[in-house]
């Protein structure tokens, strides 16, 4: 066997061992890609959930929590102001039972005035049959008069214990009206601040949400960055790679400049892995990453 | 989304350029060698990456054939390679090459410059 067909063979030995230790590193790497890949892709579902269930409820003024706080929020405060507003209805129409009373105690002052009128006349009445001996027409016009005098004192009592019986309840009323209007301020002031606390929750929640989003998206950040990092670790495989292959274009030289010292005109099989530059693969390339755009 | 077709040999730099624009949210073609690219070269390209030694058409080769057709004339490409040498890269500026990086790439610098390329 020719020193040139021994150099043939050890050259498939070294490709073929080459190609084979290319391969495995080639089959690893890429796995190491894949989880790079997949821990991502995990990081960025993952956000985008947070994302979905911390900005969906209270993340901004229009979510559904938010909406729905300000809703019963509202829902308070309107309900309050009506409470107040019929209070203070109430409290005017109190006021207006008063002078009703006192404007019903006035009549019945001007019934009894008249009643007094009226026993006058009755008297006079009476007093006109004696002089006309005994006149049946003034004795009839006297106890008429009379009669209808009592019955207008009754009547006028009945009225006179009625306005007595509310002017009582009047000032029970004024009272119950004030102790109502109290408790509905203490209740309005209560749920204003209640509603103010909330709010403030609102805005914490708000705030903190924001800042775990914004947390989340520099994790996130982060993670691709550390992804680009392992990405740029794992491209060794590939210039390694192409640095073993190309000791079989040293031997394919070699190989040529040996046929060429011995005379001899054996076609010697090229590279397998032809380069342009024809230069060594430097691994550790100093300018490598550098970026130059045109 | 933007598509850039990546054209290299080796199956982990297409994979690794892959997913670090796939992260930055370009949709990514894969092309093995310059024969197998200028069959995959359309109009939804954005832009080329494409390594110089392959087998069967070498990306300079690529990249000049292209150029002959004037639907890829302004179609940016950037040369990621082991490659360095000054002769090289005058080649590929000739043949409108946009840029010039040497592997072991930095993915952070990658898509910056594919980001700038394709604004």
Redesign the interface.
């Known amino acids: 066997m020719s020193v040139l067909n021994r150099l043939r063979e050890v050259r498939e030995r070294i490709v073929a061992r080459i190609r084979q230790v290319n391969t495995t590193t080639e089959t690893d790497v890429l796995a190491a890609g894949r989880h790079v890949q997949r821990a991502v892709e995990v990081a960025h579902r993952h956000i985008a959930r947070l994302r979905e269930v911390l900005a969906g409820p209270v993340g901004n003024e229009d979510s559904d929590l938010a909406r729905a706080i300000r809703s019963q929020s509202d829902h308070v405060r309107q309900h309050v102001a009506s409470v107040g507003k019929a209070v203070a209805e109430h409290a005017t129409q109190v006021a207006a039972v008063a002078d009703q009373v006192r404007t019903i105690t006035g009549a019945a002052r001007e019934i009894d005035r008249l009643n007094a009128a009226a026993r006058v006349l009755s008297i006079n009445a009476r007093i006109e049959a004696s002089r006309s001996s005994g006149s049946a027409v003034f004795s009839t016009i006297a106890t008429e008069m009379q009669h209808l005098s009592k019955a207008i004192a009754k009547a006028n009592r009945t009225v006179y214990d009625l306005a007595a019986t509310m002017e009582k309840s009047v000032p029970a009323l004024v009272r119950h009206n004030q102790a109502l209007g109290r408790v509905v301020d203490g209740y309005a002031i209560e749920a204003r601040e209640r509603i103010e606390a909330v709010d403030l929750r609102v805005a914490e929640l708000r705030s903190a949400v924001g800042a775990t989003l914004s947390e989340s998206d520099t994790a996130l950040a982060e993670v691709v960055t550390e992804s680009h990092a392992a990405l740029s670790e794992l491209q060794f495989q590939d210039v390694c790679a192409q640095g073993l292959l190309q000791i079989d274009t040293w031997l394919a030289d070699a190989s040529r400049e040996l046929a060429d010292d011995l005379g001899l005109d054996d076609e010697i099989p090229p590279p397998v892995h032809a380069t342009m530059g024809n230069d060594d693969v430097d691994v550790g390339h100093a300018v490598a990453g550098e970026v130059a755009l045109f | 989304m933007k598509k850039i077709l990546v054209i290299d040999d ?4 297409r ?2 350029v892959g ?2 624009l ?2 930055a949210g370009f949709a990514v073609v894969e092309a093995v060698d310059g024969l197998d690219a200028i069959g995959k070269v359309d109009a939804s390209i954005a832009m080329l990456i494409c390594d ?2 392959m087998p069967r058409m ?1 990306g ?1 080769e690529m990249l000049e054939k292209l150029r002959t057709d004037a639907r890829w004339n302004a179609l940016p490409c ?1 040369m990621l390679t ?4 000054p002769g ?2 005058e080649r590929a ?1 000739k043949a409108g ?17 594919v980001q ?2 394709t604004a």
């Not at chain 2, 080796?10 to 730099?13: E, G, N, Q």
């Open positions: 080796s199956p982990t730099v994979q690794q997913i670090a796939s992260q110089v030694n070498n300079l950037v082991t490659e360095g040498q090289l890269i500026k090459a946009k840029g010039w990086i040497i592997k072991p790439f930095k993915a952070e610098l990658l898509v910056a410059a700038r390329l």
